[in-house]
């Protein structure tokens, strides 16, 4: 899976709760207060659908989802090998 590709969308998919501010792939935007756990549901719903993933309670580790280079990390690693 393109790293670039996958960072690009999610980036896209956080820009309209960012209200234009700034944030650096390693800033957690859940601390800084950008987004909720509602949000967090949305998100999970996104990935499944945008990068054809299938999650389950087990990839609930919130770790995963609090930054872009968490979420980039975390979807090349459930990403099948061809895509």
Same mark, same amino acid.
């Given at each position: 899976m393109n790293h670039d590709f996958v960072r690009t969308r999610i980036?896209? $998919? @956080?820009e309209p709760q960012l209200g234009g501010? #700034?944030?650096a792939d390693s !800033? !957690? $935007? /859940?601390?800084l207060g950008y987004v909720n756990s509602l949000f967090a549901m949305q998100l999970v719903a996104f990935l499944e659908r945008? /990068?054809? @993933?299938?999650? &389950? #309670?087990? !990839?609930m580790d919130f770790d995963n989802f609090r930054t872009v280079d968490g979420l980039v &990390? $975390?979807?090349?690693?459930?990403? #099948?090998a061809s895509a």
């Open positions: 980036r896209q $998919f @956080l501010e #700034p944030l !800033d !957690d $935007f /859940f601390a945008e /990068f054809e @993933l299938t999650l &389950g #309670p087990a !990839d &990390g $975390f979807v090349a690693s459930k990403a #099948p």
